[in-house]
């Protein structure tokens, strides 16, 4: 019978720890001050390679800047350093993609999604007609978020949901290492909620993307973040893995002592 023996060292060799991927974007003592205010304070946390970091904190605590700020819109204090590329040395990403909580433009524009596309992919004006390779991959696209077939339906007919994966959509285009995605289910209704949060588990898990997402649902953040930010006055007030941060006592050091949780059973929708 053959024995597996483990794996002998050569004399003199040191075994090397195996040590844990660099974080794809580490932010150390990282302020930011617009206005003549100090919005950021000596924020230190890692964005953790793909996974998903949820940034939770009151309405003004500093969460759209810190996101700004990680993709070099502000100037700052400290330190942003990114490991990007298949072995962490690239000092920036190539892509960012970017869910906003609104469409910038007036969704009643009589635009269709694929005109849409062809303004964000193909960076040409619209009547110089759509290029085939344009509408092929929105089409791609679009199944991917879940709304095949969807191309010629026009933009102010969508739903608050559909226009969320529509936008969502548009960010995987080219493709990103860093998704930024900030309150990118507010205003939507819980069912498309889920829906939505569902799809962005999904494309974390298939694509290992690294997203960074602002919410204000905890329940969401819960179910689908690995690592939690809690941010107050503009700076951290606890972060860790969501059973540990959701929890009264760490949410009441971001919103305030009178936080309450209330457990509920879960239901199927
Ligand atoms: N360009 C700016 N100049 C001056 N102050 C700013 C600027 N942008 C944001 N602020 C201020 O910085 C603070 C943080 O704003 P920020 O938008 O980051 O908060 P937020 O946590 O994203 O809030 P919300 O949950 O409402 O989206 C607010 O007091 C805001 O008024
Ligand atoms: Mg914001």
Same mark, same amino acid.
């Given at each position: 019978?053959?024995?597996?023996?483990?794996?002998?060292?050569?004399? =003199?060799?040191?075994? %090397?720890?195996?040590?844990?991927?660099?974080?794809?974007? !580490?932010?150390? @003592?990282?302020?930011?001050?617009?206005?003549? /205010?100090?919005?950021?304070?000596?924020?230190?946390?890692?964005?953790?390679?793909?996974?998903?970091?949820?940034?939770?904190?009151?309405? =003004?605590?500093?969460?759209?800047?810190?996101?700004?700020?990680?993709? =070099?819109?502000?100037?700052?204090?400290?330190?942003?350093?990114?490991?990007? =590329? /298949?072995?962490?040395?690239?000092?920036?990403?190539?892509?960012?993609?970017?869910?906003?909580?609104?469409?910038?433009?007036?969704?009643?524009?009589?635009?269709?999604?694929?005109?849409?596309?062809?303004?964000?992919?193909?960076?040409?004006?619209?009547?110089?007609?759509?290029?085939?390779?344009?509408?092929?991959?929105?089409?791609?696209?679009?199944?991917?978020?879940?709304?095949?077939?969807?191309? @010629?339906?026009?933009?102010?007919?969508?739903?608050?949901?559909?226009?969320?994966?529509?936008? %969502? !959509?548009?960010?995987?285009?080219?493709?990103?290492?860093?998704?930024?995605?900030?309150?990118?289910? !507010?205003?939507?209704?819980?069912?498309?909620?889920?829906?939505?949060?569902?799809?962005?588990?999904?494309?974390?898990?298939?694509?290992?993307?690294?997203? %960074?997402?602002?919410?204000?649902?905890?329940?969401?953040?819960? !179910? /689908?973040?690995?690592?939690?930010?809690?941010?107050? @006055?503009?700076?951290?007030?606890?972060?860790?893995?969501?059973?540990?941060?959701?929890?009264?006592?760490?949410?009441?050091?971001?919103?305030?002592?009178?936080?309450?949780?209330?457990?509920?059973?879960?239901?199927?929708?």
């Amino acid at each position: 019978m053959t024995q597996v023996r483990p794996l002998e060292m050569n004399a =003199g060799a040191t075994a %090397l720890p195996m040590l844990p991927p660099p974080p794809l974007v !580490a932010i150390r @003592d990282l302020s930011v001050t617009l206005g003549g /205010h100090i919005i950021l304070r000596r924020v230190t946390a890692d964005i953790a390679r793909g996974k998903i970091t949820a940034l939770i904190g009151l309405n =003004g605590s500093g969460k759209t800047t810190l996101l700004r700020a990680v993709v =070099g819109e502000y100037q700052f204090r400290g330190e942003i350093k990114y490991h990007c =590329g /298949h072995d962490h040395s690239k000092p920036r990403p190539e892509n960012v993609g970017y869910v906003p909580q609104r469409l910038a433009v007036d969704a009643r524009l009589p635009l269709t999604i694929r005109d849409l596309f062809a303004l964000a992919l193909s960076r040409r004006p619209l009547f110089l007609g759509i290029p085939r390779w344009v509408s092929a991959r929105a089409d791609h696209l679009l199944e991917r978020v879940g709304l095949p077939g969807m191309l @010629d339906k026009p933009v102010d007919g969508l739903s608050g949901g559909q226009l969320q994966r529509v936008l %969502l !959509a548009l960010a995987l285009e080219p493709s990103p290492e860093l998704l930024l995605l900030d309150e990118p289910a !507010a205003g939507i209704d819980f069912k498309d909620q889920k829906k939505f949060y569902d799809l962005i588990t999904k494309i974390n898990e298939e694509m290992g993307l690294t997203m %960074l997402l602002v919410s204000h649902d905890l329940n969401m953040v819960n !179910a /689908h973040s690995h690592h939690v930010l809690c941010l107050k @006055d503009g700076a951290i007030a606890c972060q860790g893995p969501p059973s540990e941060i959701l929890t009264p006592m760490s949410l009441s050091l971001t919103f305030g002592a009178d936080t309450q949780l209330f457990p509920h059973r879960a239901v199927s929708i």
